[in-house]
């Protein structure tokens, strides 16, 4: 007889153990699937972080010298006036091809080095030409009214 009454209790106790253990099975599976996404969230952000630091550091650099080509001196030589400064002979980066180094063609040169890195357009495009008039009209309209 009490043989009998044991096992019924034991059952219980069993199946209390099996319900916690299914329990925290659940609440482990819901966390480890809170970290993934957490993780993935943090991976996210760091990237964004990653790239707000390059642009930082790329604004942070000192601006380029515009300039204009006066000829080619060579293969990797280009004769180049820069504003009130003078005329230079500097040379050219790699991801620039000489041809296109014509004369008169506006280009940007590094500030440290005097590398010629960029072709710069030869023109503003006829919309901002358009707007840059507009503005000023606009401006001279506004002192008028102030006199």
């Known amino acids: 007889m009490a043989a009998a009454a044991v096992a019924p209790a034991r059952a219980g106790i069993q199946s ?12 482990i ?3 480890r699937m809170n970290k993934r996404r957490l993780e993935a969230q943090r991976n996210e952000l760091n990237g964004r972080v990653r790239l707000l630091r390059e642009e930082l550091h790329m604004l942070l650099e000192p601006a380029s010298n515009c300039g204009e080509v006066i000829k080619a001196m060579g293969k990797q030589k280009v004769l180049v006036k820069v504003g009130q400064e003078g005329k230079y002979v500097v040379d050219i980066d790699k991801e620039i091809n000489i041809d296109d180094c014509k004369p008169n ?25 358009r707007a840059a008039g507009r503005i000023a009209r606009f401006f001279e309209y506004l002192d008028a009214g102030y006199e």
């Open 16 to 27: 209390y153990y099996d319900a916690n253990i299914l329990e925290l099975e659940s609440t």
């Open 29 to 31: 599976k819901e966390r």
């Open 105 to 129: 063609a506006r280009i940007a040169l590094r500030s440290d080095s005097y590398v010629l890195h960029k072709i710069l357009p030869s023109k503003a495009p006829r919309l901002q030409a």
